[in-house]
């Protein structure tokens, strides 16, 4: 099984410019490839090698570096061996092509993080809200998003202290935190 | 979408309607909603409406130290959270290279399949309950309580087991457990065939199930269908045995499959699961007091936790299917971020609502019942 590995991953280092093959497990493939490759890196992965499961495609925010890295995740049936195909992008405008044609569980994940990065896969057949359908805010997995910091400013604190509350730390009893232990302490405005 | 947020949509005149089928109904699982247009009692289009159930976790795990994570992950699956947990557990022991115990292995074995027949039993309920038959539900509510009171006596919580941590197991089986794990089974067993009278071999539920949310393997191949759902349409593929995690490639286990590829085979695919499952534990029954040693390995302060930089991305299959973390460390002491992969993602969302399309109004429960879908996993 590993011989067929190697094999395919020699052809594809002859097949594509500026590929970083890194074999972390004997069932997992770190691939680093320039942006505009990575459509005919799928395509070769699907269509030779059997890698026709797209597990999953995750996102990661590098916000110090202004880039998006966006990771495709594909495993063979064939020989049990998964592909992680690693680019990255500018963050930016931060566009990018949609893999749908290749492999149709692209568009969930590719909306997903549209909703969540706000990066926009150009022919991905659905960029609509999925999960945050009444949200005005920033795509609020940036980093740059500091949700402690939202709420403080856009939502108000309730002083949480019914009757039955009182009447118990009247007694001597009840859960006091004093307002500078508390977590999420009333921040002014 | 919030009820006063909706508004009626002027259309030209025809004969179909539009349906919002959940967020709250009983044929769905979970907090989760279709929009359906029907012509008749014919599904015409089906969009999926998630984010009920949106606690954004992944925010959170990047704002929590690695071991104060462990209380977040299994509950973005509530009916199967054991998976969920040795995810995200797994993921951190690769990056710090950490060596599991043994024993470890095998508890954290048992834990999983436990929680694979709990949650098989509870999906059974409610698929049941949705073609009327509410005593299986009964059933398979109470026979699930049993093991929820196992899993109470070893980890502490009934649902929420909070068990596995980075490295290993946090306590060590309470005495007997093992024997009592081994009577649970013996009751289990001798469930089944009360199951297969009153529910598997029931012609009501035959008769609904059967023909019904037909998909090929070809297209469950194209959809990035997983786990029984895969299984179903003939494919024998099974993380456990394909992608070895844990000491699974130490067990002997079969793996059921099905030619048909309809609600009725898919729900077969979990009741012959349950025969597999029983069998696995019995054989962690059998081996663990052979097994002797530390139940975790040691981990640093896990306060003053840096996990070293880099990526990983781990796999386990769940009752539901193939589900995933993708996790990066930038060598802080909180994670850089965390991608929860559930396998819902693809059957509550795309799959259910090509399969929905053509499928009568009735029809739908039985699809998304025997798909197993969890919206939880969906919204994250």
Redesign the interface.
């Known amino acids: 099984m590993s011989k067929e590995i190697a094999h395919w991953l020699d052809n594809l280092l002859e097949e594509i410019e500026g590929i970083k093959v890194r074999r972390k497990s004997s ?2 493939v770190r691939v680093d490839v320039p942006a505009d490759a990575l459509p005919a890196l799928l395509e070769l992965l699907q269509g030779r090698a059997g890698y ?5 495609i ?4 590098w916000i110090e570096e202004e880039e998006f890295e966006l ?1 495709y ?1 594909v495993w063979s ?1 064939e020989s ?1 061996s ?1 592909v ?1 195909a690693h680019i990255r992008i500018a963050r930016d405008p931060g566009v990018y092509l949609s893999v749908y044609d290749l ?3 692209a ?3 590719e909306r ?1 993080i549209h909703e ?1 990065y706000g990066i926009h896969f150009e022919g991905s057949p659905n960029m609509e809200k ?5 949200w005005n805010g920033p795509p ?2 940036r980093k740059e998003f500091d ?2 910091a939202y709420i403080n400013e856009h939502l108000s604190w309730q002083n949480y202290n019914p009757e039955w509350l009182q009447e118990l730390i009247a007694e001597g009893g009840g859960i006091i935190i004093p307002p500078e232990e508390q977590r999420f302490s009333q921040k002014k405005k | ?2 009820p006063e ?1 909706y508004e009626a949509q002027r259309q030209p005149p025809s004969n179909e309607f539009e349906l919002n089928f959940g967020p709250n109904h009983p044929g769905i699982e979970g907090n989760y909603a279709l929009k359906l247009k029907l012509h008749g009692d014919q599904v015409v289009e089906a969009k ?4 009920y159930l ?1 606690r ?1 976790f ?2 959170l795990m990047e ?1 929590r130290l690695w071991i104060q994570n462990i209380a977040l992950v299994p509950r973005i699956c509530v009916p199967d959270p054991s998976p969920m947990e040795l995810c995200y557990s797994m993921a951190v022991e690769q990056l710090c290279g950490l060596e599991v115990p043994e024993r470890a292995q095998w508890i954290r074995v048992m834990q999983l399949e436990l929680s694979r027949i709990a949650a098989h039993l509870f999906t059974f309920g409610g698929h049941a309950a949705t073609t009327g038959m509410y005593s299986t539900m009964y059933w398979g509510v109470a026979d699930r309580d049993l093991l929820l009171d196992l899993f109470e006596e070893f980890t502490g919580g009934r649902v929420y087991s909070i068990y596995n941590i980075p490295g290993g197991v946090r306590r060590e089986l309470p005495d007997g457990f093992l024997q009592r794990v081994s009577e649970t089974l013996d009751y289990l067993e001798s469930r089944l065939p009360d199951y297969d009278n009153l529910f598997f071999k029931n012609q009501v539920f035959v008769r609904r199930a059967k023909g019904v949310g037909v998909m090929s393997q070809e297209q469950a ?4 269908v ?1 786990g029984p759902n895969l299984r179903a349409t003939g ?1 024998a ?1 099974d993380v456990r045995r ?2 070895p995690y844990l000491v699974y490639d130490q067990l002997e286990f079969e793996i059921p499959t099905e030619e048909s590829g309809d609600a009725w085979a898919r729900t077969l695919v979990r009741r012959l699961e349950l025969v597999q499952s029983i069998r696995i534990l019995r054989q962690v029954v059998e081996a663990l007091p052979d097994i002797r040693g530390p139940i975790r390995a040691p981990i640093p302060n896990p306060l003053a936790w840096n996990v070293p930089a880099g ?1 990983v ?1 781990t ?1 386990v299959e769940s009752s539901k299917g ?1 589900t ?1 973390y ?1 996790v ?1 460390s930038n060598g802080g002491p909180k994670p ?2 965390v ?1 929860v ?1 559930g396998p819902s ?2 059957h509550a ?2 799959v259910l609502e090509k399969m929905s399309v053509g499928s009568r109004i009735e029809d739908i429960a039985q699809t998304m019942f025997s798909l197993d879908a969890c919206p939880p996993e ?2 994250r």
């Open positions: 069932r997992r026709i499961h797209l597990s999953a995750s996102c990661v925010d990771v995740h049936y049990h998964l992680s492999y149709q569980p568009a969930f994940f997903d969540m999925f999960i945050l359908t009444e609020p997995m949700s402690e | 979408m919030r947020n999926a409406d998630g984010g949106h954004g992944e925010k704002q191949l194209a959809w990035g997983t494919l593929f394909d992608d990526e991305y796999r193939e995933c993708f990066v850089y971020r991608h992969r993602s693809m969302v795309q969906v919204d």
